[in-house]
């Protein structure tokens, strides 16, 4: 019995020593388990290629904003027009209808911070007639926006938000920016929230001929296929050192495609957003130099029939009365080759250069004519929308004249008259041959020319009845016939080449 009882008492304690030393209870002291990481983040660069940006978005996406903007209008008003560029920005939500007052819309767009105490670079037909605009940021804090100033031909607006210390983007040099850079593009695509794609610059210089100022726009894109949609206007276009190197603004879209990114983008250049910041920041509007001067490209037959040694330089195909040009000597057929040194062969180029220079500024003009060089010095005056394109009106002419026909051209000929201006739009050409008739499949006709335009000269030659233009083109050879063409006040060369 004893033994039985000591037997049972052994095995109850081996078994308490057993589970003493399981659960530690004996161990001399308990030993802590090793607290566990988080993995480090994936490198960024991996046998010399880099395999994220997230480095890069971590720096820049808290300084790009969502911008929203309300209009408050009547029933029959229209924040923007039906198929204009801006729709592809624009979420519109009509309010009341009918007779309930005005109705309230509402467009979202993004925004860049480009200085911590709160400025903001946008697009101006984000927050354009604008009542109300709220900048809101990446973690959701949302701030009322002034408008500080807005410039439609460069189709850019600067904002204020009352914050310190913000996050904010320093903005790079555009100009040393390469076709093939990469580039990311950051905003708030059809108001899902902030998202990046990446691309690369796939053009420079780019003129689409639908920015939001019209006809007096001032463009100067960087294309690129980085991926932007309806919302990403006013975002950022970043390098890779995290600079801000455009302001997002345009795209192109297929008829297909919904409106959607088909891979064609357009950003405005950081250069030219400092300067309209920096002048609408200092006295709340954009002062831009004019030379007064229609110009267009020289073409390989337009440096044929001028007999020209290359296509280079900017043909100039009229000079404003009055304007700093005519004032410097600047004439009619001359060739600009090059501003204060600088080589022109783009007349994008020219005029973005002079617009980007204050009125009153001497600038230095190269210029070829005749076969020589010529140096000017032009003072600018000041670009004026409202003036800048004006026509003056017609002149009063003379009796109607028979008409006559161009057979080498291909239309039918007719001094101007008083009726004849008042019909075709002439502006202030007095003296010219109006294109009455025109045969669909000749030489005139397949280089553009269209009835009711004025021929001014032929090959340089200042024509005024219908010899005068047979006399002209005889003599031109085998060459294209250089035409100095008025259509409806618009001075412009077109070459022509005869069967």
């Known amino acids: 019995m004893k033994r039985s009882q000591a037997l049972i008492a052994f095995i109850f304690v081996f078994t308490l020593f057993i589970a003493g030393c399981n659960t530690g209870l004996l161990s001399p002291a308990e030993v802590p388990a ?5 993995p480090p983040p994936a490198p960024v660069v991996v046998d010399g290629i880099r395999t994220s940006y997230a480095d890069i978005v971590e720096k820049t996406s808290p300084a790009v904003l969502r911008i929203e903007s309300e209009v408050r209008s009547q029933p029959q008003m229209r924040r923007t027009e039906e198929g204009s560029p801006f729709d592809e920005f624009f979420r519109q939500f009509p309010g009341p209808r009918g007779n309930q007052g005005p109705r309230v819309e509402r467009g979202v767009g993004s925004g860049v911070i480009v200085s911590a105490d709160g400025t903001v670079l946008t697009n101006a037909h984000v927050v354009d007639e604008a009542t109300r605009i709220t900048a809101i940021t990446a973690d959701n804090q949302r701030f009322e926006a002034k408008l500080v100033g807005m410039d439609k031909p460069s189709d850019l607006a600067v904002l204020k938000i009352e914050a310190q210390n913000l996050p904010f983007l320093s903005l790079g040099n555009s100009d040393t920016v390469r076709v093939g850079d990469i580039v990311l593009a950051i905003g708030n695509p059809l108001g899902i929230g902030q998202s990046v794609t990446a691309g690369i610059i796939s053009a420079k210089g780019r003129r689409t001929g639908l920015a939001y100022g019209g006809a007096d726009s001032f463009e100067d894109f960087l294309q690129t296929d980085a991926p932007i949609n309806r919302g990403n206007s006013g975002g950022a276009l970043v390098n890779l050192e995290g600079q801000l190197i455009g302001i997002n603004s345009q795209i192109l879209s297929s008829p297909g495609s919904g409106g959607g990114n088909i891979g064609i983008g357009f950003s405005i250049p950081s250069n030219m957003a400092k300067n309209v910041m920096d002048q609408l920041l200092a006295n709340g509007k954009v002062r831009r130099g004019l030379l007064g001067v229609n110009i267009q490209a020289v073409t390989g037959d337009t440096a044929r029939a001028l007999d020209l040694p290359d296509a280079s330089g900017v043909l100039v195909s009229n000079v404003r009365p009055g304007s700093a040009a005519e004032k410097a000597g600047v004439q009619r057929g001359d060739i600009i080759t090059a501003v204060n040194g600088e080589k022109i062969d783009d007349g994008n180029v020219l005029r973005n250069k002079i617009a980007g220079t204050l009125p009153g500024t001497e600038v230095k003009l190269s210029i070829l004519r ?37 057979g080498k051209l291909g239309v039918t000929l007719q001094p101007v008259t008083p009726a004849l201006a008042r019909q075709y739009g002439t502006g202030s050409e007095t003296e010219g041959l109006v294109i009455v008739d025109i045969d669909p499949s000749g030489p005139a006709a397949e280089a553009g020319i269209a009835r009711g335009d004025m021929i001014l000269e032929v090959n340089r030659r200042v024509v005024k009845t219908a010899e005068e233009v047979e006399a002209a083109l005889q003599q031109s ?10 259509r409806r006040g618009t001075v412009t060369y077109l070459t022509v080449r005869l069967s």
């Open 34 to 38: 090793p607290s566990e990481t988080a």
């Open 370 to 406: 005749n076969g020589n060089t010529v140096d000017l010095t032009a003072v600018l005056d000041e670009f004026d929308s409202e003036t800048a394109s004006a026509n003056q009106p017609a002149q009063p002419g003379g009796e109607a004249q028979p008409e006559r026909g161009s």
């Open 477 to 486: 050879g085998g060459r294209p016939i250089l035409l100095l063409i008025s």
